[in-house]
């Protein structure tokens, strides 16, 4: 049974849930029977890169990557902001302000760091139990909470007369359309997102990341170690921490591990190169997150 990370560079228009089902087709035209499969946090239609899919018992480190920051390169137009803040909305409002790369660069500073922002209306937050976009959808005037987010890096990568493009390392629940709204209204104009590419998710970069096509060779064939990343791969961004085998015996059975000599932090166990657990150091004392049956 195949365990670790499918990391997809998803297409324009595939939903998140579309390329899970994807991986799930391949892995079972590869002969895997039923595997257990997860996606890592969803992406939009509209957006392309890193798409982290969990198979088997990575699928318990899903949530984790979740609360992962993300890297984005996106391209904010000047002149139209739309309704749903990207290419697939209707006009709603026009300027003919077009900033220059100096203002544009000047503003950022503003944007990094711990920010307030209004998610989009065309978003699935939840109104009353309902997702705003099904809501914006049926004509209703949607009303959100701004929410807390952090802006950990903005960087201009490109400007032109009508556009900027911008690489954002974001904190989790930040949304990119809500960032390039606000900050074409602080540079006097209007705008939407044209193009929006993720390119970092936790620990996985664009650079490992595989086609659908070569995902699809797995169905035909591919030799399976060509298309996945093994479990540790999701827990690059943590220590390990080495276990006995008698200490690995105690923590697949749940058990505490005391007098360890670690900082306090979380940690992922393993004995030898195999993982055995997620686990948090507190005062010298671990305790298992996730265990892995492995």
Not at 83 to 88: P, R
Not at 214 to 231: F, H, R, S, V, W
Request: hydrophobic share 45%; aromatic share 4%.
């Amino acid at each position: 049974m195949p365990h670790g990370w499918i990391i997809l560079d998803k297409p324009l228009e595939l939903g998140s849930t579309q390329a899970v089902a994807a991986v799930k087709r391949n892995l079972r035209q590869a002969g895997f029977g039923k595997v257990k499969v997860g996606h890592g946090g969803t992406l939009d239609p509209l957006a392309t890169g890193v798409l982290p899919i969990a198979v088997g018992e990575a699928t318990k480190l899903a949530g984790r990557m979740l609360d992962a920051s993300k890297t984005y390169a996106f391209t904010l137009a000047f002149g139209t902001e739309t309704t749903t803040l990207d290419a697939e909305g209707e006009a709603c409002a026009t300027s003919e302000v077009r900033p220059t790369g100096a203002q544009i660069a000047a503003i950022l500073p503003a944007f990094t760091g711990s920010i307030e922002q209004v998610p989009p209306a065309y978003s699935a937050v939840k109104v009353d139990g309902q997702r705003a976009y099904d809501l914006a959808r049926a004509g209703e005037a949607v009303t959100l909470a701004t929410r807390a987010v952090t802006i950990h890096a903005l960087d201009i990568v490109e400007t032109t007369p009508d556009s900027v493009t911008l690489l954002a390392n974001v904190s989790k629940g930040t949304y990119i359309r809500s960032l390039a709204r606000d900050l074409a209204h602080a540079l006097g104009s209007v705008g939407h997102v044209t193009m929006l590419r993720r390119v970092k998710a936790g620990p996985f970069v664009i650079e490992t990341a595989i086609s659908l096509d070569k995902l699809n060779e797995l169905g035909k064939g591919a030799p399976l170690e060509d298309i996945i990343l093994p479990l540790e791969a999701g827990l690059d961004d943590i220590p390990a921490l080495s276990l006995s085998p008698d200490a690995a015996g105690a923590v697949r059975q749940g058990r505490k591990l005391s007098g360890l000599p670690h900082a306090d932090g979380t940690y992922w166990g393993r004995e030898g190169e195999k993982p055995v657990a997620l686990m948090e150091i507190t005062g010298g004392e671990a305790r298992v997150l996730r265990g892995f049956n492995l």
